[in-house]
């Protein structure tokens, strides 16, 4: 339905091999967390998903749909599906919170200034700032810039998210409310995620917990029992390559030399 998934996908610029033979799956509503250093390809495989950069072979499927041989104007109805929170996802200074994410919706001209209003206040709202609608990013700390940018992200309601790292340089307390919001859309609305990252406790976190609504519709986050999240699995890169693809459990026990090293 609106699963991802990646087949012997290979990219180079000049004689640098940026991924060689890369696949993956992710299926609906599941989520894949990649870990790799810098320049290992990360951010070039979300890319990949929106359609942005162009494999040089393998093939790339979004939701059902073969994406290769797509043009621009055939993609836009799967972009529309995805939201991608940039790694350099910088917001426009001169806008304010509101302009900033109801940008697109006013460039496409979807909807009345009331309808656009609506869906700004809504997204606004479930990254918990409401308040902060009418101010300028200038006046926002580095955690609300980036809750602003997930609320553009969510604008359109997507089946799928991707995040280039949402929590980097942001303090403990500030990325556990990131991560909370990226498991509620997981959990509670299925989305399909793809998740960025450096930080590992974050990591860690979303492979651990679930969320879910108690009766009273308070949301709420619960350790699984055995500390596993079955729907969220890892992807550790090097140079483009998929160095170990497993569970929480699978991470914890190796013994390759390069993957404890970034755990430890
Ligand atoms: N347009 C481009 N032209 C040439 N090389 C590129 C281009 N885009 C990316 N690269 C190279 O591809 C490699 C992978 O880049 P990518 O941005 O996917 O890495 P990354 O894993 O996201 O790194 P980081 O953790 O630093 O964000 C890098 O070596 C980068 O220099
Ligand atoms: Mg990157």
Redesign the pocket.
């Known amino acids: 339905m609106n699963g991802i998934r990646f087949e012997t996908v290979s990219k180079s610029?000049d004689d640098?091999v940026?991924l060689d033979r890369f696949s993956m799956s992710v299926e609906t509503a599941e989520m894949k967390i990649i870990l790799?250093?810098?320049?290992?390809?990360?951010?070039?495989?979300l890319k990949m998903v929106l359609g942005l950069i162009r494999p040089d072979s393998g093939s790339i499927t979004v939701s059902d749909q073969s994406i290769n041989e797509l043009d621009e104007e055939e993609l836009m109805p799967l972009r529309s599906k995805i939201g991608m929170v940039f790694?350099e996802g910088a917001l426009f200074d001169s806008l304010t919170v509101a302009e900033n994410v109801s940008y697109r919706l006013r460039e496409q001209k979807s909807g009345s200034e009331e309808e656009i209003r609506a869906i700004t206040e809504e997204v606004l709202g479930f990254v918990g700032l409401g308040d902060a609608i009418d101010r300028m990013p200038s006046e926002l700390s580095g955690g609300m810039k980036r809750r602003v940018a997930i609320a553009r992200a969510l604008v359109g309601n997507p089946s799928i998210m991707l995040y280039d790292?949402p929590t980097a340089g942001l303090d403990p307390i500030t990325s556990r409310t990131i991560c909370e919001l990226v498991m509620r859309l997981r959990d509670l609305e299925q989305v399909t995620t793809i998740f960025?990252t450096?930080d590992l406790k974050s990591a860690m976190t979303m492979a651990s917990e679930k969320a879910f609504r108690e009766e009273n519709g308070e949301v709420q986050f619960r350790r699984t029992p055995n500390g596993s999240n079955g729907n969220t699995g890892f992807i550790i890169?090097e140079s483009g390559r998929t160095l170990l693809e497993g569970q929480r459990i699978d991470l914890e026990r190796t013994d390759d030399t390069y993957i404890r090293e970034f755990l430890d």
């Open positions: 610029y640098q940026v790799g250093g810098s320049g290992s390809g990360k951010s070039t495989i790694q790292e960025v450096h890169l």
